[in-house]
């Protein structure tokens, strides 16, 4: 059995592993590439911990790096030791070896925040470097959640009262709502059509996914966003913006629309972090507390320093 079906095998048996760890979310973001698994066992051969991956090649050079529109990786625990710092630190290092032994290039993963992983990988010389992400936890009180917007989002709202939110847009009109929002603002999209449908179908399949639209009287979408979910957390994964609509107050009915539906299904809601500043200041308008998390790293090969440096991380970011 192959490490791939064990984890499989294991995945099912967690009482919970974040979506963008589970195998068909690997196969849905690495579809046509390569992914695999790292297992750490004990002397009779239980799985203690994880490491999905996707592994990438250019020229000579070998490397692991995050699948598209995937923002949680690392290493992954079984819920008996999560809390157990030298456990924890033993599995790390056992990975670690495994990734010794794999001749990379460069590694690079974000890992769950309040991964004890991160100070156990630190300490056997990866690098870590702080990100955050914006997340609003307690949805409980919707009211109480909306007098925590900022004035400005409060005022959008108001402007909204006039669109109202669906969720039936279908996959491929939100493809293409997406691709025009960008071609007005002069941008590609980073992901294919194939890659949101295969990723949509999926996660739809698993009912762990909505496609959340903003539209006015006649059906025309100003906003929309594809959400996920697991028994924690949900993502506000790719939200979109029509820059025609900019001052119709969509963007803000979007947020709070996706944070009615993190409450109804009982879990936190998470922006899904960004480290741009202007983006970053949007999401703390809604009330949301900034979340610290870690990427990760290691050069195998100082000169694969200098691929990145020319690349700017460009073909990376768009895999």
């Excluded at 390569?34 to 051969?45: K, N, P, Q, R």
């Excluded at 030791?81 to 670690?96: G, L, M, P, Q, S």
Aim: proline residues 3%; hydrophobic residues 40%.
């Amino acid at each position: 059995m192959t490490n791939k079906e064990r984890y499989i095998e294991w995945v099912d048996q967690q009482e919970y592993v974040p979506i963008m760890m589970t195998p068909w979310w690997m196969n849905a973001v690495c579809a046509g590439k390569t992914w695999d698994v790292l297992l750490a066992e004990d002397d009779e051969g239980n799985i203690l911990g994880a490491m999905p991956y996707l592994l990438r090649k250019r020229a000579w050079f070998k490397y692991i790096i995050m699948p598209q529109q995937t923002q949680i990786g690392g290493i992954w625990v079984t819920a008996e030791i999560t809390a157990d710092k030298w456990k924890t630190a033993e599995v790390c290092r056992n990975i670690a070896n495994q990734l010794d032994a794999m001749q990379l290039a460069y590694y690079y993963q974000q890992y769950l925040p309040g991964s004890l992983c991160v100070e156990a990988m630190h300490g056997l010389g990866f690098k870590t470097h702080k990100r955050v992400t914006y997340r609003v936890d307690d949805l409980s009180d919707l009211d109480a959640v909306i007098a925590s917007f900022s004035k400005n989002k409060r005022r959008q709202l108001q402007k909204a009262l006039s669109l109202h939110a669906e969720r039936k847009m279908d996959p491929e009109d939100f493809y293409r709502f997406h691709t025009r929002c960008m071609e007005a603002r002069k941008r590609k999209l980073s992901y294919t059509r194939e890659f949101f449908l295969v990723l949509e179908h999926k996660a739809r399949r698993h009912g762990q996914c909505e496609i959340l639209s903003i539209c006015n009287a006649d059906g025309q979408p100003y906003a929309a966003a594809f959400l996920i979910w697991d028994k924690h957390n949900m993502y506000y994964l790719i939200p979109v913006y029509d820059p025609a609509f900019s001052d119709s107050g969509a963007s803000a009915l979007l947020a709070l629309e996706a944070m009615k539906l993190a409450r109804e299904k009982h879990v936190h809601f998470d922006f899904e972090g960004s480290m741009d500043r202007g983006i970053a200041k949007h999401y703390q308008q809604f009330g949301s507390t900034p979340t610290t998390y870690y990427s990760v790293e290691k050069y195998y090969k100082p000169i694969f320093r200098l691929a990145i440096w020319f690349q700017k991380l460009r073909e990376w970011q768009y895999r």
